[in-house]
């Protein structure tokens, strides 16, 4: 007996399976919401994921498998979590979450037989044999049912109003690709007609006078149908351009406008990719779209026609056709799987490969060649059986239409003969449906297609609408009031996950110009939480951060830059000019003042001494440039907008300390107010005032020689630096 049969045997499997409605992840870190969202709209109830993304606190690095539950619970389903062997899964509720591979989370809809039904919030409904089920099951499963307060509300959000609001502004144009398509339908019909005619009037009819106007009659056909083709493909051209231009402009500028939470909850790089989508959406709305309004007018008429010359071989033809969408079907379904699967395996491999040779002074070092390779073969043999698996099925998918078009030849051809020789039908008319036929297959094959990616771009659609979706910030407008002259921070706190205990809690501080006020503490601290709050890119859960006299959520950004200059540790250089860097394309900023910000960041003389000076060129990344010139660059760059104050963290930490006193000796002449967030010993006890975290506490303040002579948590840190 085979390992996975005897494995299936070890299940008490009852047959039933519990369907759930797909929902697709908007991007990798959702996972568990989508999952949660499932089951929630088996029982019911749908609910949004921008909703459950918010109740499972789901940040950049996901969500837990308890705070699933918590957000179930919320929602009114009883929920547990289990630990369980992948045979004792019967033993819960369906569906159920899983954990999967350890860094996913997916629905069980039931176990039947040797096969495990999977709701994948990556990719859709799957199957797996239980082999493959034992082999990503980690154990955890979190059953699902409703509570006495559950309650039904929501319904299936459709794709198709989101297709139609995009196409709102182009009514015109979309209107006119139509009345083009519908009209080239026209010569397409007339064809095959005209080969009825020709054969079964001039050729047998023997009507030689017919024979000049049929031929010019014919060519203005044709004429008609390449002129009208010509107008279809312009307008089509158009249309796309405006449906691709207007909402990525509308897409970008909105994108702008959200606030940091937006983006602390999904990854740079898919943010980008979003715009990629919109491109797509473009291309279905526009040609797709159009072209299937098309082809589904020239399915109907020329189904109409073949019925009306015979309706025996219309079903033979359309039996056929049926085959054929069902195999493509079949075919789109284990192709999308086993992309999943690709794709998957292709990462693994990469990683399996990157990693050693990032690392190859330890592989060396430590003799790992052979245990590299052997493990780098396993993931490359993987990859080529789910290639070959792949290449199976596009053979099939390549094949099968080769086989039921000469199918069809053979139905029309040998049916039609025989209605031909018994006197039903004419030869003309057996031609004409031939050709008929022949281009009743493209356009149904288009219409299957259709189907196919209207479900791969519903994902592009809710991951552009997650977008339009979202809050913005909010302008309070007032940037012409009075301002005093600090910064006044009144017991905050905050926590990036609602669900879990907050990591800054009753933080306060005063920040006058010209003052120097240092944050310090072990890794994990808080510090530079601290420093994101004041500078505007996390909202304090509780509290109050006054800056310059008005309450930080009623100022507005271009007065809260204005006041407030930011340089954290993560160097950020683009390819261009110095510049470029520094103003940002702001072209009001004068020379005047990008001299002065570089002057009082300690790297004039450098860039002076490069052709073109501060239109000197800087690569992408700033690998041009040393890693302290490049610390330089980013404070110079927060100075040219003259800040009265000044967030630093870590900003110095790659300079030597005669260039730091340098810069702190022109940060004090700007009479610029700073919070310094440091560990070296020379950036902070010169500072007015030292805040000492721990824990996202504040447990000592005070100055360098006041914390030094409680010899508590200050000293100790002192002391590790």
């Keep these: 007996m085979s390992e996975t049969v005897s494995f299936a045997h070890r299940f008490k499997l009852p047959p039933r399976r519990r369907k759930t409605p797909s929902i697709l992840q908007i991007e990798a870190v959702e996972c568990g919401a989508a999952s949660l969202a499932m089951v929630l709209a088996h029982h019911g109830r749908w609910v949004s994921l921008e909703n459950l993304r918010l109740a499972a606190g789901v940040s950049r690095d996901g969500t837990k498998a308890s705070n699933l539950l918590k957000a179930a619970r919320s929602f009114g389903l009883v929920a547990k979590g289990f630990r369980k062997e992948a045979s004792q899964l019967h033993e819960v509720r369906w569906p159920a979450i899983l954990h999967w591979n350890f860094n996913h989370f997916v629905v069980l809809e039931g176990i039947v037989g ?48 989101l297709l139609l609001d995009r196409l709102r502004h182009s009514k015109l144009g979309l209107l006119f690709v139509l009345v083009a398509s519908l009209a080239l339908v026209l010569p397409g019909i007339a064809l095959p007609v005209f080969s009825r005619v020709f054969i079964d009037d001039i050729l047998i009819g023997r009507q030689e006078d017919w024979f000049v106007p049929f031929i010019l009659a014919l060519g203005i056909v044709i004429a008609l149908r390449g002129v009208m083709t010509l107008i279809q493909q312009w307008g089509l051209v158009r249309l796309e351009a405006k449906i691709a231009v207007v909402p990525a402009t509308q897409l970008l500028w909105r994108m702008l406008q959200l606030p940091m939470s937006f983006f602390m909850q999904r990854h740079p790089g898919e943010l980008a990719s979003r715009l990629g989508a919109n491109d797509r959406i473009a291309q279905l709305l526009s040609g797709q779209l159009a072209t299937n309004a098309f082809n589904l007018i020239s399915v109907l008429a020329y189904g109409a026609i073949m019925v009306f010359f015979s309706p025996m071989l219309a079903l033979a033809v359309f039996a056929v056709q049926l085959v054929y969408a069902f195999v493509i079907t079949w075919g789109g379904k284990r192709q999308l799987a086993g992309a999943i699967k690709q794709s998957t395996e292709v990462g693994r491999l990469v990683a399996a490969t990157l990693g050693p040779i990032r690392a190859i002074e330890t592989v060396k070092s430590s003799n790992l060649e052979e245990q590299f390779f052997h493990r780098w073969a396993g993931h490359q043999a993987r ?11 596009e053979v099939i998918i390549n094949a099968v239409p080769v086989l039921l078009q000469a199918l069809t030849v053979v139905l029309v051809l040998g049916l039609g003969s025989l209605q031909v020789m018994n006197g039903q039908m004419s030869l003309g008319t057996l031609v004409a449906f031939q050709g008929l036929a022949a281009s009743f297959g493209a356009p149904v094959l288009g219409l299957v297609s259709l189907a196919g990616q209207m479900q791969m771009i519903r994902a592009d659609l809710l991951r552009v609408a997650d977008v339009l979706r979202a809050k913005t910030d909010s302008e309070a ?18 926590g990036y996950s609602p669900l879990d205990l907050p990591l800054i809690e009753d933080f306060s501080l005063v920040l006058k110009p010209g003052a120097r006020v240092a944050l310090v503490g072990g890794s994990g601290s808080g510090k530079s939480t601290v420093g994101r709050l004041l500078a505007g890119l996390a909202k304090p859960w509780g509290g109050d951060i006054v800056v310059g006299g008005v309450p930080a959520d009623r100022l507005s950004h271009a007065r809260r830059s204005e006041l407030l200059g930011y340089v954290d540790q993560e160097i950020f250089l683009f390819e261009g000019t110095v510049r470029e860097n520094l103003t940002l394309w702001n072209t009001n900023v004068d020379d005047e003042r990008i001299v002065s910000a570089l002057a009082d960041a300690a790297v004039l003389d450098d860039i002076v001494a490069r052709q073109g000076q501060i239109d000197c060129q800087v690569d992408e990344g700033g690998t041009n ?12 760059r927060a100075l040219v907008g003259n800040p009265s104050f000044l967030i630093l963290d870590e900003a110095t930490a790659a300079l030597d300390p005669v260039t730091e006193k340098l810069i702190d000796d022109n940060l004090r002449r700007r009479g610029c107010g700073c919070l310094i967030i440091a560990h070296r010993l020379s950036t902070i006890r010169d500072a007015d005032e030292i ?31």
């Design 383 to 393: 990859l080529l059986n789910i290639r070959a698996e792949l290449g199976v099925t």
């Design 691 to 721: 805040i000492v975290m721990k824990a996202g506490r504040i447990v000592e303040r005070g100055d360098h020689e006041t914390l030094m002579a409680l010899n508590g948590e200050y000293v100790a840190l002192v002391g590790s630096y």
């Design 625 to 636: 440039f040393s890693g302290g010139q490049r610390q330089r660059l980013e404070i110079a």
């Design 477 to 494: 407008g007032q940037d012409g009031v009075p301002l005093s002259d600090e910064i006044d921070v009144q017991s905050i706190s905050f």
């Design 114 to 161: 040797k096969s495990a039904f999977i709701n994948d919030p990556a990719s859709g409904r799957r199957t797996v044999s239980l082999s493959e089920l034992s082999d990503a099951f980690t154990g955890v499963v979190l059953a699902f049912e409703p509570d006495d307060g559950f309650f039904r509300e929501g319904a299936k959000p459709l794709a198709l109003p």
